[in-house]
């Protein structure tokens, strides 16, 4: 009896019914090409994963066709068995040759830890900056001014016109105490005496005066290189010789200082501020030169004591960056050498070299910082000082009066208008005084290297500067738009000095002793060309 046809099992809807040809076309296809499950946007993304089936699934791909499932089974496992990562091969060459260029990266360059904090400078008095002074501030001719206060708003503000700087300047810079008597016609007479010394001198006198010609050789270069690119001198050339007058006569007036390089750069803007009149511009520019011709000393000595008592200042508010100049050799701080002998003018003109205001703004806080001093120290008194009172003796003195005894009436009308009679120079007298306590000037301006200092400090400790890279760094900087915040926390440091302190705790400890270091023949001044600094530092 034949036996019916047996019916074949019952499909299962959710597996498909295989095709032993096109199964083979396809694991072929798979095994030449492993990059296809790469076809994504990311060539680093992993293969797709695959679906495994399950037991039952397997058995009924058997029962429907056992060779091809069998053959394809045992085809896998010898593929897994002789080449197990075929199809990764490329991706994981490609990934371990990133991961060992990362390596050596990071072997080449370690992981550098951020700065330490930078400590804060708190002083007792809070302190902030005002607008420039304007005209209108004396628009109101019956209102008295408080000597004290104007001086004040100058040393928060500075003063916004040229035209109003004339008028302050006198009093600023202590030539006179008041608006209305500064008898510029005695000084004017002085002026021309002086002048008169140099412009008499024959040729042949010159060659037997080494010391002089040697002044003005230096003197007519410097001049002519200065502020070229300053319309005030680069479109008229008369500027220039009236710059030149000025500074010969100063050489006639204080030989022994004569001229050094640098005094340019504080000659320039000052006669600019008077739009060319020489006989104002000198008298003011003796004044400055009062504050700081040390500076200018060839021997060096007091910017040496200067630089120390910056690197003392770093030492007391920020030890973690003192320890790391003195580690890169640069505890010396040669990189503010011509942040003091130029009272950071060309810091500040470098982004605006037409303009020479935000300069004057931070020499006007400086010198009303010196003027403010006599005021501190003064004792009470009832009542305030109104501008056009004459019974205050001034910090600095107007005309040295040795100098004027070839003129006798005008050594003694002079005599008259400078308040007080005896000379009370804010430059101290000899480099002993200096070691023992900086003057104001001094003092003011160490500040504002120390707020440009730690302005910097973070970017320097975290390149890892050494000491040829931050002397490039430090005299190439941009302070225009950073002006008021230098000021500011300048002014802030000064506080902490002056109320809180710190003075204290600065002239504590012994200064170092100038044994270190011998007296410079004046090579330092170098440090003054932009020329200069490009080539010592070309190789850094």
């Known amino acids: 009896m034949t036996s019916p046809p047996s019916q074949p099992p019952p499909i299962d809807p959710d597996v498909e019914e295989a095709d032993p040809d096109i199964d083979f076309i396809n694991l072929s296809v798979r095994l030449n090409r492993p990059s296809d499950h790469y076809r994504g946007l990311n060539p680093y993304e992993p293969p797709p994963q695959r679906k495994h089936l399950t037991p039952h699934q397997l058995a009924q791909k058997f029962l429907q066709d056992p060779v091809t499932t069998t053959l394809s089974s045992f085809s896998k ?64 001719a019956t209102e008295k001014k408080d000597i004290e206060e104007v001086l004040l708003r100058v040393f928060r503000g500075g003063i916004a016109e040229n035209e109003l700087r004339r008028k302050l300047w006198p009093l600023v810079l202590g030539l006179s105490d008041n608006l209305d008597d500064c008898d510029w016609p005695e000084r004017d007479r002085l002026f021309d005496h002086y002048y008169q010394q140099w412009m008499s001198l024959l040729p042949d006198q010159e060659e037997r005066f080494t010391a002089y010609r040697e002044r003005k050789s230096i003197l007519e270069r410097d001049v002519v290189r200065c502020d070229r690119t300053h319309s005030f001198y680069s ?32 000659a320039s803007p000052i006669l600019f501020v008077w739009n060319g009149d020489i006989k104002r511009a000198f008298w003011c520019f003796v004044q400055v030169m009062k504050l700081f011709k040390n500076n200018f000393e060839l021997s060096q000595k007091t910017i040496s004591v200067q630089l120390e008592m910056l690197f003392k200042m770093i030492k007391l508010t920020d030890p973690c960056f003192a320890q790391y100049l003195a580690a890169h050799e640069s505890d010396n701080c040669y990189f503010a050498f011509r942040w003091i002998i130029c009272l950071f003018k060309r810091e500040f003109m470098k982004g605006k070299t037409d303009d020479y205001h935000d300069c004057l703004l931070a020499w006007e806080t400086i010198w009303a910082a010196t003027a403010l001093s006599k005021f501190r120290c003064k004792e009470p008194q009832e009542g305030n000082q109104a501008l056009n009172s004459t019974n205050e003796t001034t910090t600095s003195e107007a005309i040295d009066l040795d100098e004027a005894k070839l003129i006798p009436e005008a050594a003694a009308k002079v005599q008259q208008a400078i308040p007080g009679s005896s000379n009370g120079s804010d430059s101290p007298k000899s480099p002993s005084d200096v070691r023992s306590r900086l003057t104001d000037s001094q003092l003011f301006v160490l500040c504002i290297c120390l707020s440009i200092i730690r302005r910097e400090r973070d970017l320097i400790m975290a390149s890892d500067f050494d000491a040829c890279e931050t002397l490039k760094h430090f005299n190439t ?50 440090l003054l060309n932009d020329e200069f600094m490009m080539i010592s530092t070309m190789n850094v």
Request: proline fraction near 8%; aromatic fraction near 10%; hydrophobic fraction near 35%.
């Open 77 to 140: 496992v010898a593929n897994f068995v002789w080449t197990p990562h075929e199809e990764y091969e490329n991706v994981l060459d490609l990934i371990s040759s990133r991961t060992e260029g990362h390596k050596k990266e990071e072997n080449s360059e370690p992981f550098k830890p951020p700065p330490p904090a930078l400590p804060l400078i708190v002083s007792s008095t809070p302190q902030f900056r005002q607008d420039p002074l304007p005209s209108s501030y004396f628009d109101d």
């Open 477 to 526: 900087l941009y302070l225009n738009e950073s002006l008021g915040n230098i000021l500011l926390h300048a002014t802030t440091i000064w506080s902490w000095l002056v109320n809180d302190g710190g003075l204290e705790q600065l002239y504590a400890a012994e200064i170092p002793s100038q044994d270190k270091r011998q007296d410079s023949t004046g090579e330092d001044f170098d």
């Open 235 to 266: 479109d008229q050339h008369e500027n220039i010789e009236k710059l030149k007058i000025l500074l010969m006569t100063y050489v006639m007036y204080d030989f022994d200082t004569g001229y050094v390089q640098g005094m340019t750069d504080l």
